[in-house]
């Protein structure tokens, strides 16, 4: 095989060459609205992230700004000769074979423009109005879509390669590995929410454009009630003819894809969308839990956020409180150490959190009533901070308690193996590191909440500013 003079010369970082623009039409042709880089690309050029080949490589990935047809553009000014076994990465085929764009988005860039410039102006997201929300930045609309519309699958395999792009571990809906097919046999259990921001027509205030801003995928799995006490079957009972409706089964919702694109991040477009996906679940009454997948730590930081305020609306959780009457006994069953908190699975069924996020949130609650004297915080300004007394001390330790108690349930396998002095250690590290955590995420939500929230009775809401959405959310993780 022929040697390779200067390799490295040759390689080109996928993350830096790929550019993705939102384009819109305008009088003097198409108008670039944001240019900006994938965060991942390894799932599509291997784990090193580079394309082999080219210099000076760009990769133009150019996005309609409203129905976010795609058109793909490749240039350069040298490609390497093949040696051998030895050829550049064929970057079109990759894309196509792998299904990751459409066969559309590699059609002449004059085909494109040219649609462009015929796009109807009446044009609107796919779906039905969801919620339309008046932001400090403009007026955004939230869609609400199944995929069983075959403009929102058309939609969704537009989108598709932003799932790699900034989900760590993120896959298509439907993707088979093995021959990678797309299978969407059970369209009808995804639900697509759809963020735009919506604009005023330049030269015709009587029309609106749409940007796209984000999107959330979410799915629906059954969810089994076993009848309590067991029903004993009847003589005559038979299966289900096989025609029921699936939505109108009781389900588990788990919201699977969450991005917000990277040119509308740090604005508060990620709460919104996280709150009005949830409050509708919540309101729901097929879903009786409503899951995340997989999330990453900035979307978890989102979910908190909101989560903790949304349980602070419900007056159950609001009053839950240390029983600071409780003598904690040195040996035997721990008490209950939560006034009401015999309530809590019944407000947990209420809300619709799952179990572990419930018990996270429950345990953030309680961390911000402590006394300042014992209360953790990000500040590092010691000097106002009160001595802590024997009750405040006493309430430390009935919070650090509780947190121990989830912490050695939910590590049960792992810290019984250990010696009983090894296990308190791991406690004891573990607790520092969650009182920080959580001390990180209270102060977000105390910013979140010094903002002014109201809701007009004409149904927009308008939301002053909120916490970042981060930048994205990862497409499958810990059932919190």
Known sequence: MDTIPNAEDWLANANDAIKISLVSPSETGLQNI????????????GDEEQIFGYKDLNISLRYRANDMRPHLNITYKHKFKSAGDVEPTDIAGILKEGNHLPKIAFVKGSDFEHSSE?????WTPPGVLHSTIDAPDGQYEIW????????VKQLNTRLQILVPFYIEGGSYIGHDPESDNIDL???????????????KTTGDPTKSSYTFVGYSSIYRFFYFQPPTPPASPKDDWELPAGDL????LPCRTRLSQFIILPPFQGKGHGVRLYKAIFEHYHKHPQTHEFTVEDPNEAFDDLRDICDLEFLRTLPEFNNLRLDTNITIPKSGPV?????????LESIRLEAKIAPRQFSRVLEMHLMSKLPSSVRPSMSFDDDDVPAPTKADKHQERLFQLIVKQRLYRHNKDVLSQIEPAERIEHLEKTMGSVELEYARILAAADRVASYTVSKPANGKRRLEEEASAGPSKKARVEDA
């Open 34 to 45: 944001a240019t900006f880089n994938p965060k991942f690309t390894y799932s599509i050029f």
């Open 245 to 248: 409706d699936l939505a109108e």
């Open 185 to 199: 046999s059970d369209a009808d259990r995804w639900t697509f929410f759809f963020l735009y921001q919506k604009q």
């Open 144 to 151: 609400r879509a199944s995929l069983t519309d075959p403009a």
């Open 335 to 343: 008490p209950q150490l939560i006034v009401g908190g015999k309530n």
């Open 118 to 122: 015929q796009m109807s102006k009446n």
